[in-house]
């Protein structure tokens, strides 16, 4: 994700299970315990740039890989390394850490 935001946040080129571990892990999770608004703002970044990135608008789903500059890498949207895990778990999981915001009335 280098030139997205003027910096890395993403070891290697974009896969949808690596972002969808960090959105959660990293930067919801880590907000919840903390609230230091730096994991707030890195979680919106990279939440913006994966639905304006992975998503195929035309026929649903998210591609499975993106290169370093946001462009789709690899037309997959499923296969043996990219099933219908991550990006769901992503959503369910960040959903209920949401729910665990809005009654400690702390969003994001």
């Known amino acids: 994700m280098v030139g997205a935001f003027g910096v890395s946040c993403c070891p290697l080129p ?3 299970w690596k972002i969808a571990e960090l959105v959660i892990t990293t930067y919801i999770q ?3 315990l903390t609230k230091r608004e730096e994991f707030a703002t890195w979680y919106k970044k990279v939440h913006e740039f994966s639905w304006s990135k992975f998503p195929d608008k035309k026929h649903g789903e998210w591609y499975g890989y993106l290169n370093r ?3 789709v890498l690899l037309e997959l949207k499923g296969g043996k390394w990219k099933g219908c895990f ?3 778990r992503a959503m369910f999981l960040c959903a ?3 729910k665990q915001l809005a009654a400690a ?3 994001v």
Do not use: K, S
């Open 14 to 16: 974009g896969e949808t």
């Open 105 to 107: 009335d702390f969003l």
């Open 30 to 32: 880590a907000y919840l």
């Open 86 to 88: 991550h990006v769901p």
């Open 69 to 71: 500059q946001g462009e």
């Open 96 to 98: 209920n850490i949401f």
